[in-house]
T-cell receptor, first 109, second 115 residues
Framework: RKEVEQDPGPFNVPEGATVAFNCTYSNSASQSFFWYRQDCRKEPKLLMSVYSSGNEDGRFTAQLNRASQYISLLIRDSKLSDSATYLC??????????FGKGTTLSVSS | DAGVIQSPRHEVTEMGQEVTLRCKPISGHNSLFWYRQTMMRGLELLIYFNNNVPIDDSGMPEDRFSAKMPNASFSTLKIQPSEPRDSAVYFCASSRTGMTKNIQYFGAGTRLSVL
């Protein structure tokens, strides 16, 4: 069975902290990897794609480790507005994505 | 640009009634996905279509659930008869499959309550 596993948290951090989430996937044939953000009672929205070489978007850094089959998301200088649930997803080319259950982040002042 | 459009946004119905959820994918996208999200099970794939053809319906819970995509701009998910355990948020998503990165874009969801 193809699965994506995440630590549900919650991660409670103060503003300005650095926080990291990991996610493991079971399907070694996966070729696409993403982090989505979901706010309470809203739909998931793409945060960033994850590339083999790693990629950075402002305060967010995503990395992929194919050998160990995990992806990570690092958030630096956390803001109150970063409070949300972060879903990782993986999939084979041209097929549906499999999502983890999400990791909840709460940033406090 | 319009995103994925779902209707209704909220649906409250009684056990045994038929429920129909609707989805309009992003124009130009050729893949459409139906998901169900609950606290216990997270975001589960129910079924997906490529070019209007159902590809994988292994996530459909049972025969009470059916989905159709009569054309590239419309899909329905029907539950008949509905049961209280069907209460969840149902999301539709679309993507442009055929490219290396199959980024999926989600609609706002339909929050279903079966009493």
């Amino acid at each position: 069975r193809k699965e994506v596993e995440q630590d549900p948290g919650p991660f409670n951090v103060p503003e300005g902290a650095t926080v990291a989430f990991n996610c493991t996937y079971s399907n070694s044939a996966s070729q696409s990897f993403f982090w989505y953000r979901q706010d309470c009672r809203k739909e998931p929205k793409l945060l960033m794609s994850v590339y083999s070489s790693g990629n950075e978007d402002g305060r967010f850094t995503a990395q992929l480790n194919r050998a160990s089959q995990y992806i990570s998301l690092l958030i630096r200088d956390s803001k109150l507005s970063d409070s949300a649930t972060y879903l990782c997803a993986s999939g084979e080319a041209g097929t549906a994505l499999i999502f983890g259950k999400g990791t909840t982040l709460s940033v406090s002042s | 640009d319009a995103g994925v459009i779902q209707s209704p946004r909220h649906e409250v119905t009684e056990m045994g009634q038929e429920v129909t959820l609707r989805c309009k994918p992003i124009s130009g996208h050729n893949s459409l996905f139906w998901y169900r999200q609950t606290m216990m099970r997270g975001l589960e794939l129910l079924i997906y279509f490529n070019n209007n053809v159902p590809i994988d319906d292994s996530g459909m819970p049972e025969d009470r659930f059916s989905a159709k995509m009569p054309n590239a701009s419309f899909s329905t998910l029907k539950i008949q008869p509905s049961e209280p355990r069907d209460s969840a948020v149902y999301f539709c998503a679309s993507s442009r499959t055929g490219m290396t990165k199959n980024i999926q874009y989600f609609g706002a969801g339909t929050r279903l309550s079966v009493l």
